[in-house]
């Protein structure tokens, strides 16, 4: 069993969700974050003055999946999310120290 963390812009998070349930997988989490890497923010306009946006919207999608399902959607993710950009977003992958997930 393996914990997918999947960081991603807000306009990917769809591609991104379809093709994780594409793949079965049963179990995830989504949320909105924020948060910056190279692109550092950027300079935003609000009644004629400029002011930086220091953390810029993201996606947070984590995923509880088998070996199989993590090394699938750590090759299908890259591909859906992918915008040539900097900023795209990245792909955490965690091992989880029980064999079965605990259910109650």
Same mark, same amino acid.
Do not use: H
């Given at each position: 069993?393996?914990?997918?963390?999947?960081?991603?812009k807000?306009?990917?998070?769809?591609?991104?969700?379809?093709?994780?349930?594409?793949? %079965?997988?049963?179990?995830?989490?989504?949320?909105?974050?924020?948060?910056?890497?190279?692109?550092?923010?950027?300079?935003?306009?609000?009644? %004629?003055?400029?002011?930086?946006?220091a953390?810029?919207?993201?996606?947070?999608?984590?995923?509880?999946?088998?070996?199989?399902?993590a090394?699938?959607?750590?090759?299908?993710?890259?591909?859906?999310?992918?915008?040539?950009?900097? %900023?795209? %977003?990245?792909?955490?992958?965690?091992?989880?120290?029980w064999?079965?997930?605990?259910?109650?």
């Amino acid at each position: 069993m393996k914990q997918l963390t999947i960081v991603v812009k807000p306009f990917r998070a769809e591609s991104v969700l379809r093709a994780i349930a594409d793949l %079965g997988v049963t179990a995830c989490a989504v949320r909105e974050a924020k948060g910056y890497g190279r692109q550092k923010g950027y300079l935003d306009r609000y009644r %004629g003055s400029e002011y930086s946006t220091a953390y810029l919207p993201k996606v947070e999608i984590t995923v509880w999946a088998t070996d199989e399902q993590a090394t699938a959607l750590n090759e299908a993710v890259p591909k859906v999310a992918r915008t040539g950009r900097i %900023g795209d %977003g990245k792909v955490f992958v965690v091992p989880l120290a029980w064999p079965e997930p605990l259910v109650f």
